[in-house]
């Protein structure tokens, strides 16, 4: 063994040679020093990084691409971004993150046949500073995502919570916001592993909203929805929890969509700019997503406060993370009306108009809102092609779960909630 070699670096040699793996890296790698010591300090980080042995590693490597090469290697490309992510948010822009990276590409490609080698692209290099994903961006992204998506993000976005940590969460945990019609913030009990704390975190509307709309669609293709159904689960049956690698290839894909950098990192960040910027205090937010609170000041030890304190801090906060388009009260009020008219025959429709002018006609917003559609009236009267009545002219309906799904399927979006469960949508 090289003198130049520190008892760090020998320390981490050792560890290799105790394994099949590592000796088989060293025996390919090892002819120059420098080489020797980056690869081997890739390969412990990869190691400790999936949480799994060299031999392990190499091994499950192995059975995958003997089961199917393609979907092996798709695994392991996953992977490995995941990972270059990971050395490029530890390890900032340079070299340092590419060489780390290449010690774990070689940590696999060294013990397998020349026809099974897998070729990752090495990190590009990220800033150590993760920025917040902008208001903007986050609705263009929502726009861009389904169903599913649009939940995965909205939860993130809201709560904070790691992408380890996400992953285990079931329905259980959501249950209560997304049946109860009312609840507007949701707390969400948690436990961190990697710091070994306890937590707790919220949801607010977007993400309580988008979990309804989701499970929804969830039940109208037959999944069985229980306590312990995942939040984070494949769309393909038979509905799998997503592990953390397949939940961030979740989120690559949306980005090659939309030309948006999101990831589950950057969401997490986005929670704790927009939270501390709605006035919750550092410490808090730090709680909420799951970090130690370090320090024996008096500040670090209670500044935690009970659960309906945390409810208001959290609602006072939330407007700065609040994605939903800002409807106008007018808004609102045409789309009821034109919901409870589309229920009508014309006559009764021209008598509930001419009722509502007459109970809410001093209002300004009131009345131009009421002459606006007692105008569509008269020309729907003289429209012979559109036997149902407001619906060809502004396409609003209210709707149960049961028909939301081929609502959304045909183009329409939501517009508001009732509080019966029923949706107003339109197109």
Request: proline share 4%; aromatic share 8%.
């Amino acid at each position: 063994m090289e003198e130049n070699i520190g008892p760090k670096d020998r320390k981490r040699i050792a560890i290799l040679e105790a394994s099949e793996a590592g000796k088989q890296l060293l025996r390919r790698k090892g002819k120059k020093t420098s080489t020797k010591v980056i690869y081997v300090r890739g390969a412990l980080l990869f190691s400790e990084y999936l949480g799994k042995s060299l031999d392990q590693i190499v091994n499950e490597y192995k059975a995958d691409v003997e089961a199917n090469l393609v979907k092996g290697w798709e695994k392991w490309e996953e992977v490995f971004a995941d990972f270059g992510d990971y050395l490029t948010q530890k390890h900032g822009e340079g070299t340092t993150a590419k060489t780390y990276f290449e010690g774990a590409k070689a940590l696999i490609n060294c013990n397998v046949p020349k026809s099974a080698r897998i070729k990752p692209e090495s990190p590009t290099g990220a800033s150590r500073t993760i920025p917040p994903i902008t208001m903007e961006d986050l609705r263009t992204l929502r726009g861009a995502a389904d169903e599913r998506e649009r939940a995965f993000i909205d939860f993130l976005k809201d709560s904070g919570v790691s992408r380890d940590d996400a992953v285990k969460i079931n329905y259980k945990e959501v249950k209560k916001a997304v049946e109860d019609q009312t609840i507007t913030a949701h707390k969400i009990n948690m436990y961190r592993g990697k710091e070994n704390v306890e937590y707790e975190t919220w949801i607010g509307v977007n993400a309580i909203e988008s979990l309804r709309i989701y499970f929804m669609v969830r039940r109208q293709r037959g999944e069985q929805i229980t306590d312990a159904t995942p939040i984070f689960a494949s769309n393909t049956e038979p509905y799998e929890r997503l592990n953390v690698h397949s939940l961030s290839a979740v989120f690559r894909r949306l980005a090659k969509r939309t030309g948006i950098t999101v990831s589950t990192h950057r969401l997490r960040k986005t929670f704790e700019t927009y939270i501390t910027a709605g006035g919750a205090h550092p410490l808090v937010a730090k709680y909420w997503t799951g970090h130690k609170i370090k320090g024996r000041d008096i500040e670090a030890s209670y500044i935690i406060p009970p659960e309906d304190v945390q409810r208001d801090i959290y609602l006072r906060a939330y407007p700065y993370l609040d994605v939903r388009p800002q409807i106008s009260v007018e808004e609102l009020s045409k789309a009821k009306i034109e919901s409870e008219l589309d229920t009508m025959d014309p006559k009764a429709r021209k008598s509930y108009v001419q009722a509502l002018v007459k109970r809410f006609g001093y209002k300004p917003s009131m009345k131009r809102l009421l002459d606006d559609i007692a105008k569509q009236l008269d020309k729907e009267e003289e429209n012979t092609d559109c036997p149902n009545g407001v619906h060809c002219a502004e396409e609003f309906a209210q709707i149960n779960e049961n028909e939301l799904l081929t609502y959304l399927q045909q183009g329409y979006t939501i517009v508001h909630t009732l509080a019966n469960g029923e949706v107003i949508v339109k197109r």
